[in-house]
């Protein structure tokens, strides 16, 4: 099927949720013909007032466009739309910015090799206000798909990033930027539960937690270096000098009535890096302790 102009490629959008909403609207200000599909009609109504063109099936939707974008809750729901179609993807690139596990990205893969299309697995680390500006979104799968749509994808958001031939790498990262995300949110409400029981609001926490995570940001060259190297050279404080730290935070939310589950935890993994011979290592060390299976 042809592309047309290459900076406006004909692209069909499979799911208007607020993300999808987001994309859909994305491509339009940017001229590409957009064809557009949702279970509930109606959240098309406003991209249809702006150009976009409503499929009267899925099937209709992928058939429109040699780009198929699909933005649904996970792959069990793109499987679940797109597996009856077959042979329509056949020449198509299809783009799932879906979320899920590297598991399924690889199974999709596979699944989209057997009807004939190419497969892009992506990552959205964004809000949907962030997409068409700065909005992060990875993607992992052939390079000649990615390279072949890169300027409609490069639409959606400045921080378009490919991170190579295997389809899992946008699942596993997205995986990984949650648990950095989840851990550095309960740091600070941790913080916000301690501050709190002595009557300090959490907005006057705020700016100094702001200043902390800059310096911990600052860290992160290094530490990657020494977990890619896996040597751990204390150039701060050792894992023994940490673990100190962490029996006054247990003491101190105990003392407060706060929960101690978080540092307790925490102290918990310490303890086994200790164990094994690390007190005497730089912080680092304890991706060992996450490189163990549960």
Not at 6 to 20: D, E, F, K, Q, R
Not at 35 to 62: F, Y
Not at 269 to 279: H, N, P, Q, S, Y
Request: with cysteine.
């Amino acid at each position: 099927m042809s592309t047309n102009n290459a900076n406006h490629t004909p692209v069909t959008v499979i799911g208007l949720g607020l993300m999808g909403q987001a994309l859909a609207g994305s491509f339009l200000r940017e001229g590409h013909p957009t064809t557009v599909w949702n279970r509930t009609a109606a959240k098309a109504d406003q991209l249809v007032a702006q150009g976009a063109t409503l499929a009267g099936s899925v099937g209709e939707a992928v058939a429109a466009s040699p780009l198929v974008v699909v933005c649904v809750t996970d792959y069990d729901a793109v499987h679940g739309l797109l597996d009856p179609l077959g042979a329509v993807l056949d020449g198509r690139v299809l783009v799932n910015l879906g979320s899920g596990t590297s598991q399924g990205a690889r199974e999709t893969a596979e699944w989209a090799a057997r009807q004939g299309g190419a497969y892009l697995d992506g990552a959205i680390m964004a809000v949907p206000a962030e997409i068409g500006a700065d909005a992060v979104i990875t993607y992992s799968g052939p390079r000649s798909a990615f390279e072949l749509y890169e300027p409609a994808l490069r639409s959606l958001g400045s921080g378009t990033t490919y991170l190579g031939d295997d389809h899992t790498l946008s699942a596993l990262h997205e995986m990984a930027v949650l648990s950095l995300m989840w851990n550095v949110l309960n740091g600070f409400l941790q913080g916000a539960a301690l501050l709190g029981a002595a009557g300090v609001r959490a907005g006057a926490f705020a700016p100094l937690a702001g200043k902390g995570i800059e310096i911990v940001n600052g860290w992160l060259a290094d530490y990657a270096e020494q977990v890619d190297n896996g040597a751990y050279p204390a150039l701060d404080s050792t894992i023994d000098t940490h673990l100190a730290a962490m029996d006054h935070l247990i003491h101190e939310s105990e003392s407060l009535g706060v929960s101690a589950e978080l540092p307790r935890f925490i102290k918990a993994l310490t303890d086994r890096a200790v164990a094994d011979g690390r007190g005497g290592d730089g912080y680092a060390a304890m991706v060992e302790q996450f490189r163990k299976p549960s």
